[in-house]
């Protein structure tokens, strides 16, 4: 079984940052991608950003320049740097890791809240 625990998620002002982790343990093994869905009140989870074990960079159109994810292969953990938040960057963030032959798992989520 595989654990993902997020932390780093809370209350920014708009036009503020704020800085999400991920920390991977468990059964652990080759790595295929790991990110960050959102997914606020009423509507569906959506992808925000990802990260290949090579690097390679997926980012959602709508936090494009203001988001920036990173990883640790080492330590397992992946980062998601927010800046110029914005009230619509409201959610409940979920980890994300899919490992093997595309076994996914998921994180419990970490609550993002922007106000004006």
Do not use: H
Not at 60 to 77: E, H, L, M, P, Q
């Amino acid at each position: 079984q595989v654990q993902l625990v997020e932390s780093g998620g809370g209350l920014a002002q708009a036009g503020g940052s704020l800085r999400l982790s991920c920390a991977a343990s468990g059964s652990l093994f080759l790595l295929n991608v790991m990110g960050w869905y959102r997914q606020a009140p009423g509507k569906q989870r959506e992808l925000v950003a990802t990260i290949t074990m090579n690097g390679r960079t997926n980012y959602a159109d709508s936090v494009k320049g203001r988001f920036t994810i990173s990883g640790d292969n080492a330590k397992n953990t992946v980062y998601l740097q927010m800046n110029n938040l914005k009230l619509e960057d409201t959610a409940v963030y979920y980890c994300y890791r899919q490992q093997g032959s595309g076994s996914n798992y998921w994180g419990q989520g970490t609550q993002v809240t922007v106000y004006s």
